[in-house]
């Protein structure tokens, strides 16, 4: 973990134009009709450079979680401060232990870690929304885009833990054919500096 300090901070406390964004601990339905509650607390990043010291786990940066792609919908989260779902740091330890399994570098997509409620795809209803989901194209030299592989690196990531879902190859809806996607399902936390109290 990073020596530099991560800023939490209660999303409910942000100015209106990132709570809109954001929308933190509003309930949302996923495409199954369960109902979960958008995370809630976020931590706080001043700009690239500080992502990029800020070291989750010993393989992984928190830069390397919350890269931006074109579909992040507004140009309000493009820009700095970001927020970033303070369950990532559950995902990061996650991929450290996948990394030391498979013995191998592991690439994440450009929003293939978090991505805000307001993304483009999948939106609110994406447990990327959540920072607990990688999309992982590639193991060392290995790119994830057959059935062959994925499957292979997605049975790794299963045994790792019961609480890891990992979305079967194919082209339907849930499926992938281009990736490993990988989850921990809707996970909150709390850091112990803020309080819970509305």
Not at 120 to 125: D, K, L, N, Y
């Amino acid at each position: 973990m990073s020596a530099k300090v991560l800023r939490a901070i209660d999303g409910l406390n942000l100015p209106e134009d990132y709570r809109a964004l954001l929308r933190p601990g509003e309930a949302e339905t996923d495409f199954r009709g369960n109902v979960h509650h958008l995370p809630r607390f976020f931590y706080e990043i001043g700009s690239w450079q500080e992502a990029h010291e800020i070291r989750l786990a010993p393989h992984f940066t928190l830069a390397e979680l919350m890269l931006v792609d074109c579909r992040e919908a507004r140009l309000l989260l493009s820009q700095f401060p970001h927020y970033v779902a303070c369950a990532t740091v559950l995902l990061a330890r996650f991929l450290e232990d996948f990394r030391r399994e498979v013995d191998a570098p592991v690439f994440i997509s450009a929003n293939g870690g978090y991505r805000s409620p307001a993304h483009q795809i999948g939106g609110a209803r994406s447990i990327h929304a959540w920072g607990t989901a990688a999309n992982i194209y590639r193991v060392g030299d290995i790119f994830l885009n057959d059935a062959k592989s994925i499957e292979k690196y997605g049975s790794i990531a299963a045994s790792l833990s019961p609480a890891v879902f990992v979305r079967p190859f194919g082209l339907k809806q849930g499926q992938t054919d281009d990736h490993l996607h990988i989850d921990l399902g809707f996970v909150g936390l709390t850091p112990r500096e803020c309080s819970e109290a509305r």
